[in-house]
């Protein structure tokens, strides 16, 4: 019997790996929540709409982690028993928290000047940053099967993830 | 001669006759309902041949309540008791509403939701949404020939927890069944995509009179999918009224008119702005009750200069999605426009400049909304065959978080979240022995508690005392298809446990609901036991229904022994529904679904192996 503690793979029939077929994701996303969502059950029993609700909660879920790749390698990770553990292991190499410093500073500064170029030209390098630790973390899961070195990318893409939304917010911030 | 046509075992969809459904477009100006018939979605209409219902109710002192163009008439003869664009009060406190000092109400600034003191007592926005409500559902039952299945009721995408709440509030006080709470920009999109066969990714700019909402969808066949949404709930055609009666006052030399006169004044504001869709210029001359004499003459131009502002202040909004969505406006297919306030030339022609495209407008901007919540109410009430039906994919507009130290925000769920969704986070203890926790839950984007809007607040007690930061405690957000949250707390370790609805702070009270579904009853002098029964007698016969199509299709997942448990919970709930006790119909009712429970997750399992075994959503049929 299907559960819903299965793993979010299993659920869209697609195997276990970094690398996805984003066509096949979305279309098995699609299939599923065209017989579980709740609009199907909105005449039906309130047994019905609460499973279904279930269902569909868990569907969305697992489509979004797998969605996005730094959800799906922390995802991975957990599947083979690590916690990336964001909040606590901060042990990250001087380099890359120096990069992080100097980071933070240009944004600093940006949103102090209300510089939008400037802003618009970080999120590109940080984007182009998050690119090449995507790649790395699609060879160290798929093809290394190195979880030390999957645990501290996924650590990094986490950073970018969180300066990219800083970025945002001051570019939001800039126009309202 | 035709042949008689008999369905395979398990295929016939629909045993039971058409369910009566309809979708309430409930708006700030004006109110529709509308309802498929023979597969055509249709506005229904009033005695009079009118569809739109003008948002306005009038509380006389002979107990009677009018609404509609009878209320409207009283705005400005009555303008205490009359009350027009409600729904900017739902779910908001005093402080939260714009433009207070020119609204003639008596305001009570009640804890959580603004009441106003009329001639009839003291209301909330609640009881006169409900009113609007009711009038729409009698119009209804009488054009449709019977009591109503249930209804779709559609809100504004970016209306928050607590607006939605009320709104689904003033339906049951109304006596409706509520199916669904859709978001107009969704409904819109239903109603266009489908008529049109739109494929791509579309904008819905939906400007009301009292509330805007952007949102962006992507459309194949088969789905809407909303992608993000944005808006501002106290933003619409009534701002642009305000404008021109502000600059009517400057011009006229008038400081401080009456309330009739700025009724009157504020209707001439409306009825101007209408004008210069069509006209260059529109001259305005009354004699107020104070004896002033306005003589003036508003060109186009000048009221244009004077709320191009408020166009530029939609357009921050539809950045924000467009961001949220990773999209640029020349990545979007077409754009729908949808609300009366969108027939204003200057509202199109700058929307059309920032898409670079000129905006779709071959619909009607009043009705469209109802439409879309009529097909939608059509498909949720069971009166499409399943692979007929279309799969609709929304999102929660704001994020949804916990207070933690420092009256920080932490965000458990973001905006644009697909619904349902839940998510769950840690927290724990901030002093040794602390046993117990309060929970704050906000909706908001601001990093600070004070910026956003304060939910509900529970506390969970009985934590064991232990060190600080031992204890585990799981806070879970649960956003239903409604987009309505509840949220429950857990601690890991001893599963104590606390679980609310969110309502208290901006809703209403259950027992307040209660006291006004009485009252409501006495007045019409209908009886809520006999009410009540039948409610119960509704649901049994709905659940017996279902579950013998259930087995119609699927028995084949039931053992003998199972199928016969399964038979005789039936048969204990038929004898239930038969008799006259409300109690023991719900007694029954909740031990059936504790029997068809397995039943219904075997046959959801069966579904979702379907899905996977290749029955794609392509052979979908709309």
């Not at chain 1, 659920?11 to 929540?33: C, H, K, N, W």
């Not at chain 2, 006759?17 to 708006?27: K, M, P, S, Y």
């Not at chain 2, 609007?132 to 927890?161: M, N």
């Not at chain 2, 992507?218 to 993000?228: D, I, K, M, Q, T």
Request: aromatic share 4%; with cysteine; hydrophobic share 45%.
């Amino acid at each position: 019997m299907l559960d819903l503690k299965q793993d979010y793979f299993a659920l869209f029939g697609l195997p276990v790996s970094f690398a996805i077929d984003m066509t096949r994701l979305e279309q098995a996303y699609l299939d599923i929540q065209a017989r579980v969502h709740p609009d199907r059950f909105a005449h039906m029993p309130d047994t019905d709409k609460r499973l279904s609700m279930q269902w569909a909660t868990h569907a969305n879920e697992a489509f979004r982690t797998l969605k996005t790749p730094l959800a799906r390698g922390q995802y991975l990770l957990e599947m083979q028993g690590v916690d990336p553990a964001f909040e606590t292991n901060t042990a990250m190499s001087p380099d890359f928290l120096m990069e992080q410093m100097e980071w933070r500073e240009a944004l600093g500064e940006a949103r102090e000047a209300a510089d939008e170029d400037t802003l618009e030209e970080l999120a590109q390098r940080l984007r182009a940053s998050s690119r090449d630790l995507i790649a790395r973390l699609a060879v160290a899961l798929d093809e290394h099967k190195d979880l030390a070195v999957a645990a501290d990318t996924v650590r990094r893409l986490k950073f970018l993830e969180k300066l990219q939304h800083e970025i945002n917010d001051a570019l939001t911030a800039l126009e309202s | 001669m035709a042949l008689l046509q008999i369905s395979e075992p398990g295929m016939s969809t629909e045993p039971h006759q058409h369910r009566l459904a309809v979708g309430i477009d409930l708006g700030t100006t004006n109110s529709l309902v509308a309802t498929v018939r023979n597969g055509v979605p249709q506005c229904l209409q009033d005695d009079e041949g009118k569809t739109l219902l003008p948002s306005v109710v009038h509380y006389l002192p002979d107990g009677h309540i009018a609404v509609g163009r009878k209320a409207q008439a009283a705005l400005a003869i009555d303008p205490r008791n009359t009350i027009a664009s409600v729904k900017r009060f739902m779910g908001r406190g005093l402080k939260d509403v714009s433009h207070v000092e020119t609204m003639p109400y008596d305001f009570v600034d009640a804890e959580g939701m603004v009441r106003l003191r009329t001639v009839q007592g003291v209301k909330s926005p609640v009881e006169v949404s409900a009113e609007i409500l009711r009038d729409l559902r009698i119009r209804a039952e009488r054009s449709l020939g019977g009591e109503l299945t249930g209804v779709v009721i559609t809100v504004p995408a970016y209306f928050d927890d607590a607006q939605r709440q009320a709104t689904k509030d003033a339906a049951r006080l109304a006596g409706l069944n509520v199916l669904r709470l859709l978001n107009e920009p969704t409904a819109a999109a239903i109603a266009y995509g489908l008529e049109n066969a739109s494929e791509g990714v579309y904008a819905v700019y939906d400007l009301g009179g009292g509330t805007f909402d952007i949102s962006i969808l992507r459309l194949s066949r088969g789905v809407f999918e909303v992608v993000a949404t944005n808006g501002d709930a106290s933003l619409g055609g009534d701002d642009f009224d305000h404008r021109l009666f502000c600059w009517m006052l400057e011009n006229a030399s008038i400081s401080l008119p009456s309330d009739r006169d700025s009724r009157r004044l504020l209707i001439k504001a409306r009825e101007v702005k209408e004008r210069l869709t069509l006209d260059e210029s529109v001259p305005v001359r009354m004699t107020l009750e104070s004896g002033d004499e306005v003589d003036l003459v508003v060109h186009r131009d000048v009221f244009v200069d004077i709320t191009r502002n408020l166009v530029s202040k939609t357009l921050k909004p539809v950045r924000k999605a467009l961001r949220d969505a990773g999209l640029e406006p020349a990545d979007v297919k077409g754009v729908v426009m949808v609300g009366g306030a969108t027939r204003m030339p200057h509202v199109q022609q700058m929307v059309g400049e920032f898409f670079g495209q000129p905006p779709l407008t071959n619909l009607d901007p009043d009705t469209v909304v109802a439409i879309g919540a009529a097909m939608q109410a059509n498909v949720l009430a069971g009166n499409r065959a399943a692979e007929e039906e279309w799969l609709l994919l929304d999102v929660i507009p704001l994020s949804l978080g916990i207070e933690t130290m420092g009256g920080l925000v932490e965000k458990i769920i973001p905006r644009n979240a697909t619904i349902p969704t839940a998510r769950a986070q840690d927290f724990t203890t901030f002093k040794d022995g602390q046993t117990a926790m309060v929970c704050h839950v906000v909706q908001g984007e601001r990093e600070l508690v004070s910026a956003c809007r304060s939910l509900a607040r529970f506390e969970l007690r009985g934590i064991p005392p232990m060190v600080a930061g031992a204890a585990r405690i799981r806070v879970t957000f649960q956003v239903d298809a409604d987009g309505l949250l509840s949220v429950s707390a857990r601690e890991q370790g001893t599963g104590v446990e606390a679980r609310v609805e969110v309502k208290p702070s901006y809703g209403l009270a259950d027992h307040e609901i209660a006291d006004m579904l009485k009252s409501g009853f006495e007045h019409a002098r209908d009886d809520m036991e006999v009410r009540s029964l039948k409610e119960q007698q509704v649901e049994a016969e709905r659940v017996l229904e279902a579950t013998e199509r259930a087995l119609l299709a699927d028995s084949g997942l039931l053992d003998a022994a199972e199928r016969a448990a399964l038979d005789s919970a039936m048969a204990a709930l038929r004898d239930a529904a038969a008799g006259q006790d409300v109690r023991t119909i719900k007694i029954q009712l909740e031990s059936f679904n504790r029997a068809s429970n397995e039943f219904a997750s075997r046959r959801m399992d069966k579904s979702i192996r379907g899905a996977l075994a290749g029955h794609k959503i392509e052979d979908l049929r709309i």
